[in-house]
């Protein structure tokens, strides 16, 4: 019953480092999101999956990129890490890119970078 | 920029009481509104999700929309120590669009 899956649960870079996160989920779906949250700021949309195959920008894409690796898997990567993505990292899925389709988070991966 | 607005909190109420959390919205063209549950250290759990004018029930939570007006609240009934937590409204940002714009929450205090 793992839902969406993220590894790491936490980490420290340093400036300039790179790093990736990944993000899994079995339920079968086909919709897939990366989010940050910061305190005061709620969570921001950094980039999307709609289907496997495509990936799009969302509010705050610069410094990051995505794979869409396969249908299962969405990760999010950071090529020169700067201290203002210290964040937590959500990503969720959902069953399609629908307007009622509800999304669902995994745990988080907290990020923090000196 | 689409926007939706919450007020931060904290709201605290006693338990056995009813919780009344409220969230506004920009966009008159969104047609999807989630609410979210976020404890502490911990991810957002969707909780309800409305789609159309009126009430929807589920339990001790009821969403009420109003896209007249542009409003979208959560009543908890018999609020219980467990329900203190962060409640996250979210609403698709326009017409057709499936991205969700999130407001900042309100944080919940149940008071035995």
């Known amino acids: 019953n793992a839902g969406v899956t993220q590894t790491p649960k936490f980490q420290v870079l340093k400036t300039g480092q790179s790093m990736t996160l990944q993000c899994a989920q079995d339920?079968?779906?086909?919709?897939m999101y990366w989010y940050r949250q910061d305190p005061g700021m709620g969570l921001r949309l950094i980039y999307y999956?709609?289907?496997?195959?495509?990936?799009d920008k969302g509010e705050v894409p610069n410094g990051y990129n995505v794979s869409r690796l396969n249908k299962r898997e969405f990760s999010l990567r950071l090529e020169s890490a700067a201290p203002s993505q210290t964040s937590v990292y959500f990503c969720?899925?959902?069953?399609?890119?629908?307007?009622?389709?509800?999304?669902?988070f995994g745990d988080g991966t907290r990020l923090s970078i000196l | 920029q689409k926007e939706v607005e919450q007020n931060s909190g904290p709201l605290s109420v006693p338990e056995g009481a009813i919780a009344s959390l409220n969230c506004t919205y920009s966009?008159?063209?969104?047609?999807?509104f989630f609410w979210y549950r976020q404890y502490s250290g911990k991810s957002p759990e969707l909780i309800m999700s409305i789609y159309s004018n009126g009430d929807k029930e589920d339990g001790r939570f009821t969403a009420q929309l109003n896209k007249a007006s542009q409003y979208v609240s959560l009543l908890i009934r018999d609020s219980q120590p467990s329900d203190s937590a962060t409640y996250l409204c979210a609403v698709n940002a326009g017409a057709g669009s499936y991205q969700l714009t999130f407001g900042k929450g309100t944080k919940l205090s149940v008071i035995p």
């Open positions: 339920m079968n779906h086909n919709s």
């Open positions: 966009d008159r063209g969104s047609q999807s």
């Open positions: 999956s709609a289907s496997e195959g495509t990936t």
């Open positions: 969720a899925s959902s069953e399609f890119a629908g307007v009622n389709q509800p999304q669902h």
